[in-house]
Every structure is written in C-alpha cells, then in structure tokens.
RNA sequence: GGGGUCGUAGUUCAGUUGGCUAGAACGCCGGCCUGUCACGCCGGAGGCCGCGGGUUCGAGUCCCGUCGACCCCGCCA
C-alpha cells in the first residue's frame, strides 16, 4: 500500500537547489533514479524532468530501514533540509552538486516493477523494446531533452510567425480525398454510407481558401498523414509548419523563412547567417546530383563530354554523340586509394545502378580496360576536373540527369567515407526553379512535380501546351545538410489558370470539377495572389538534435512496419463497428 | 513489392571449421560497509540461442520457411 502524497507540496524540482537554498526545508518529488547504501548511510539520487539532486539518509535507524525498501524508479516524496556539502563531496557533474538534503521523512508514493532497461543511462537498447516500453525510454536524457528541444523550438515558431502578423488557424483532420499525390488515410462515415473522409496530406487547399478569405497570413503547427511506406525521416503522420500569406512573391517566403531560421537555430546556439544561398534545381542537379544536394561538402560534380566528342575512347564518344554525357566528381586525397579500395568502390557504384565507373589517378598509366584512354586524354580531363596530384578522377556516361544523379549519390557515398559531412555544421540552400511538371512514363502523362496550385513562372507560361517539360514553377524547398527541410511555391490565383493546369494534367473538368470544385468555384470570387511554404518539425528538430531518425523527436513514433508497438495499432475492431460503418472486410 | 543488416540471460553483447554442461559486463536478489555519486566488496538466481521445419551421431553455429526491428530502392502531388 503507497503512501499518500497528504498534504505535501513540491518546494523545489530535482534541478533546483543551490547554494542559496541551504537550511531550507524542502519537498522533493520525484523517480528514485540510483540508491548507494553505504551501510550506516544511504545516498539516494531523486530525479524529475528538472535534473537530479542526492538525498542523505543517515543518523537515524527508521529512516534507513525505510531507503532499504527503495528500488529504482520508484516514486517517492521526501521532506528534509537543504545543506551545503563538504568541499571534497562536491559533486560538480550535477547542477545542484554543491547541496544535498538531508532526509527527514521519506513516502513512497508508488512502487515500479523492474524495468526491462536501465533508465538512468543512455545505454544502447533496442529500438524495438524502447518503442514497447516508450514511456520508460522517454524518461531517460536523449529524450527528455529532444522533447524540451522541440517545445522550446514550438514556442519559438509561435513567437516568432504571431510577431509577424500571422494568425494560427485550425483546418479539418477529416478532410476530403484527393487523389493526386500520396495516398490517403480514409475515415468511413457513418451517417453517409460507402462515403468516406480523408486525413489530410496537407492543409494545402484549406490554406489556400484562407487566403480567399482575407485571412493573409495564416500558420498553423499541423499533423499530416500521408499512407506510405516509412523512412528514417518519415512517418504516416507527422507534423509541418504550414504557412501561407496573401500578396506574396518568393523573395517575401525567403525573407520571412530565413529570419525563422535564425531564431530556431538561437535555440541551439547557433547563428544562421543570411540571405541563404540559393541554387536552382537545374544548377543542383547538374552540380550536386540531387534536388536537396548537402552542401558541407564541395566535390562538385563536372561535366567533361566536351573532351570526349571527338575522343578516340569509343565508348565515350559514342555516349556523346547519342546525346549524353560525360561527368565526373574529383576525390580530394583519392590519389591514396588502393587498387583493391578502388575495386570495392566500383562495386558499390555498380549497386547503386551506373553501369560502369571509371577511374584516373594523376600521374598514372591508363587502366588497360580503357587503353584507348590516352594519356594526354587524361591529362586533360584531369585538368578541367580540377584534380591534384592527390586527387582521384570518377567518371561515368550516359543520359545527363541519370547520371549526374548517380554521381550525386556517388558524391554522398564518398563524402561519408572521407568525413567530409560534419555533424555540427549546418549548410542551408534554396532550391528553386523546380520544373512545374513531370512526365511518367508507366502512364504516359504529365504530373505536378510539386501540387497542381502551383504558379508556372511568368516567363514559362507559354511553354505549358508546347513544351510542359521546360515550365518552370515558382516553387522552392528549403534544404539543410542534404535533408528537404521543407518546400513551398507561389500559387496559381487566376481560375482560367488553374484550369489550363488541370487540362495539362489530363484532369477533365467534369473530373476536376468533382475533386476540387469548391476551389475552383472560391478561385473565382477575388483571390489575392499568394504562396507560402510547409516545414518539416519533426526533420528541423532532428537535425537541430544531432539525430538520424525523426523517431528520436516524436513522443510517440511508429516502426518502420507502421506499428505503434505500445498501444498496439493498428488492431482488429468489433464486428458492431464495422456494421455501423457498413463496412465488410475481405476474408 | 524488392534488396540488405540484425535476432543468444532483464539489457548490451561474445560464442572458431558443427562438439556447449551456452559465457562476460551491466542490471536483478541477498549479505557486509558512515561520505558515496557508474560507490565498493562477497555470494546468488537467471537461457525454448525469435518461431517452425530440415540436414547430421550431434545445430546457437549449416539449409529452407516464417515473424519482428532497423537501413535502402520503389513509393512519398
């Protein structure tokens, strides 16, 4: 049987004594974190969300033969006096090791079975057990401190958007599929039989009405689900920074983004130094290989096709010829890589999909495989790829952006096993220029690269029937140390536009008219041109914590096989349920 | 849907070419100890080697299947 709380109140967390505070009487509460029983005395460190003070227990039988009961995570209550320690006994790894109270009555507010790993280290536990047992892991450091972190970047968020004139508006969780983009999380009805809300992607088309109603700057810290298989850095539901504001262009998204920036980075002590810079997704592509490319390193990637045009090397010449090209990244110090090193790279490039990599060390012989690769040939690629005599040369061909997206990865790999990311440095860039539309083959149609509200640019519209391929789109991400922070556009405001849009995409208007009619319709009732931009929290903390997984930012996150192993979901329901929802699952 | 890594005391791991009566550390339980703070010392308990088949005189170890966690590709407007 506990004892009672009665009619104790907490003085002081676990965090907070000091000096300051000796021969005060005190109420401390909190998890029994470590006992040492030293025989005639006992040492009990008493932890809360605050930190950890040391409890004596000494001189006095009762209470000794009481702190012998005390196990690990118990809860207990302790009134005692605050007092100084010795100077020898100064534990200076604690915030409040210059006191410890001396114990005067001890409760035990509650027992607490053994738990299945240690909670006063960070040790190494399966995830899989701290995910079961997630209440436990969330008592321990790394995440007692990812969630303070994210609370204090919230706030900060909130600060800083209502500052700046925006308003934090609500928008449905049950909302309406569309079927464009991921798929949808459904909620059958009830009231509405075979029908069926959707959980929200994102609040995309609700913001954009907002907008329509003269709201002019809206944010809102959303969940979004989106029914897809899981990553590191992504969650069926997660949470986004959603922000939209009325008369905007993109340079007002930069400037109000990357002030943000600065103050969430604050959090961590960190200055961002602004204007970031900016790239665009050609140059990204063509230089890093990607459309989020990390730019902590440089290992740009250079295009060498020019020297291959008219080589004697036919493999090459005949890419070239065929309308592809040449790239290749230089290897600061690569000169140093065995031939069997070499080998082991080769085959790695092989699984990430180039068909053959070729590589040149100044100073060396051409490989027999590429003898036709003379000297002076190599001499020359060497030269405008810029490499030293330390330096080792990675050539592929092929079809431009396939390519350059191999090497980008190849960049990555390199980059990795050369240290070259550092953990604690922050590289941001916008991305911007993305094309407005893509073409899938399997299907043989046209596809919104980022949604289909987005605004072509001005220059490009014309292109939208002749050539869909070469539209830009006012559209930008935000990316951080290779990590898609977030991404955002500029709107299409004009209904005849939008419509073209939908045309272009193969959506009829009867279809068009069906999944987003209400849109279209508000579209025509004064639309003030605007944009905006969603940001990933969970992806922001993580990077901002130093974690890999967004897992290590999220309460309570799912597996990777979308299971919440300590609730248990998703699990089987009453038949009565499925009735009411007449809904029938298939044996 | 595909590829990969892992699964052995409560936990983290070790366990040669198949020979195991399955180990270590931490934790847990008991004892001793009046200045510890990862307390120390002494003693003890604790294992369906994920699960199911197979090969073998013999399987933690080899093979097949299956389940689970993680990483990647596809997917993520």
Redo the contacts with the bound molecule.
Sequence with gaps: MPDQLGDWTRTHTCGALRTDDVDADVVLLGWVH?V??????T?I?IRDRAGVS?L?V??NDALLVAAKRL??EFVIGVRGVVQR?SDD???F??AT?DV?ILVREIRVLSEAK?P???IAED???????R?RYRYLDLRRPRLQHNLGLRHRVTMAVRRYFDAHGFWEIETPILAKS?P????DFLVPSRVHPGEFYALP??P?IFKQILMIAGTDRYFQIVRCF?D?????D?QLEFTQIDVEMSFARPESVYGLIEPLMQEVFKEIGRDVSVPLPRISYADAIAKYGSDKPDLRCGLEIVDLSELFRDSEFRVFKQIVADGGVVRGIVVPGGNKYSRSQLDVLVDQAKQMGFSGLIWVRPGEPPLSSVKALNADALGTALARAQASAEDLLLMAAGPAEATSKLLGQLRLHVAKKENLLRADEFAFTWVTDFPLLEYHEDDARW??????FTAPLDADVDKLESDPGAVRAKAYDLVLNGTELGGGSIRIHDSALQARIFRRLGITDEEAKMRFGFFLEALEYGTPPHGGIALGLDRMIALLAGES?I?EVMAFPK???A?D?MAGAPSPVDARQLTELHLKTQP
């Design positions: 470590r040492r029983d030293l025989g005639g005395v040492f460190d040391q004596v000494r001189d196990r690990s320690r006994t100064v534990n790894k604690l090791g410890e053994t299945p790993f240690q040790g190494a536990v399966s995830e899989e057990l995910l569309t464009e983009g991921a798929r992607q994102s995309q989106r897809e298989d899981q990553r590191a992504r596809y919104s690269t980022h949604h289909p997984s897992r597996t990777s096989n299971v192993l």
